[in-house]
């Protein structure tokens, strides 16, 4: 392979890249939504009904009861619209570990500020997350922890059943942020058992059309007041919504009830219908591939990789020999000769082709490297290559600056 082949794609825990069948259904609903020949009320109904059916993806894709799924514009939103429905008193607290990506921490930031909430910054170790991080700091004041799944510069996966233990002794609630591992590894929401588990579909689920999904436990369905509700909040009549829109006694101050599922929480009034049609769509294609398939090819090119770097002496934050409970597809390695070194590394893929990720977080990272399941090991080896001609190039030497 040369530095004119095809693209070597390594870069999925940033943004990640359609497949095929999701790109032919964006471009069908696109083309559809200029040509339709119903009335407008019945088109919306059928957007609407795209938004519904990706939702019932969801569910059955991460293992969630489909009452507990809502549909998201992303990550932080889902974050933000719990952290402002979440009753908070002064002095309650929130712990969010260092290394934690700046979105799971700017939605907390006004309203604890605001409220004299305080803001708790957990520090970890190497990057790596466990209970007793947490534990040194929650106490009965804790009304809830954030989390990670998996670590957006370490790739290390959190023990979120230890993490859960502490939680649930401060009786505090378990927010999961899961984007850097739903499309890779496979998610169980009701064995997890945390409260609310946050994605966004853009990265390794390849649906970067701006939706993504919460979701949301009973116990914290139960609590969670937000500030305003959209219309698409509200149970749709028992006559249908066209025949009700039709009523010349409609009035904007008809109590309609709200829905009783993780939908009362939607703020909206017209969804994006489009990226729930796109997300739906790449949900799919993942299940055709099965989800554990997918993660076990994903776990033998991270093997290949991480066993060529090793054997460069190159480090690996998390270590090389991690059990498979702590693994994501994400790989992320660091030079003697620090950030300085990593950014001429980073050129040098980029002008051969490939592309990966220089990321940092309090004082840990490197070259992340992350590997999907449409990626192969020939991919794996030239990416090797260039690493290891670098490091020749550069005299590179263990144990030494270049």
């Known amino acids: ?202 990265k390794w689920m390849r649906s970067p059309f701006g939706t993504g999904f919460a979701c949301l436990s009973q116990r914290l369905l139960e609590v969670l007041d937000p500030s305003y509700h959209g219309y698409l909040a509200l149970a749709e009549p028992e006559m249908g919504w066209d025949r009700y829109m039709g009523l010349t006694s409609r009035s904007p101050f008809d109590l309609l009830p709200l829905r009783q599922d993780a939908v009362r929480l939607e703020t909206g009034g017209f969804p994006n219908w489009l990226g729930a049609a796109a997300l739906d769509t790449a949900a799919s294609e993942l299940e055709s591939k099965g989800q554990t398939r997918v993660w076990a090819r994903i776990r033998r090119l991270r093997k290949r990789l991480v066993a060529g770097l090793s054997e460069m002496g190159v480090e690996i934050l998390g270590g090389v020999d991690v059990p498979e409970r702590t693994q994501s597809g994400i790989v992320t390695f660091h030079l003697l000769g620090g950030a300085g070194q990593e950014r001429l590394l980073g050129r040098r893929l980029s002008e051969e082709h490939i592309q990966v990720s220089l990321r940092y977080v309090s004082g840990i990272g490197g070259v992340r490297v992350a590997v999907h399941e449409s990626n192969n090991a020939d991919e794996v080896d030239y990416l090797l290559d260039v690493v290891r001609s670098f490091l020749r190039g550069a005299a590179y030497k263990i144990g030494s600056h270049a």
Not at 83 to 96: F, G, K, S, Y
Request: a positive charge.
């Open 1 to 202: 392979m040369s530095k004119h082949a095809r693209l070597c794609y390594f870069d999925h825990a940033s943004l990640g890249r359609p497949g095929r069948k999701t790109i032919e259904r964006v471009w069908k609903e696109v083309a559809r939504a200029s040509q339709f020949a119903t009335s407008g009320t019945l088109e919306t109904l059928r957007q609407f009904k795209a938004v519904d059916d990706a939702r019932r993806r969801i569910a059955r894709f991460v293992h969630a009861d489909l009452e507990s799924v809502l549909l998201v514009g992303n990550t932080t939103q889902a974050l933000g619209m719990i952290a402002t429905a979440l009753p908070l008193h002064r002095d309650d607290n929130v712990l969010i570990a260092d290394v934690e990506f700046m979105g799971v921490t700017v939605v907390w930031r006004n309203i604890c500020r605001r409220l004299g909430v305080e803001l708790v910054p957990v520090p970890s170790t190497g990057g790596q997350l466990a209970a007793e991080h947490f534990s040194r700091f929650a106490n009965s004041r804790t009304r809830a922890i954030v989390i990670s799944t998996v670590q957006e510069v370490s790739g290390c996966r959190a023990d979120v059943e230890t993490i859960r233990e502490v939680a649930s002794r401060s009786g505090a609630f378990l927010i999961v942020d899961g984007i850097q591992e739903v499309g890779a590894v496979p998610v169980f929401f009701k064995e997890l058992g945390v409260d609310a588990y946050c994605a966004g579909g853009h």
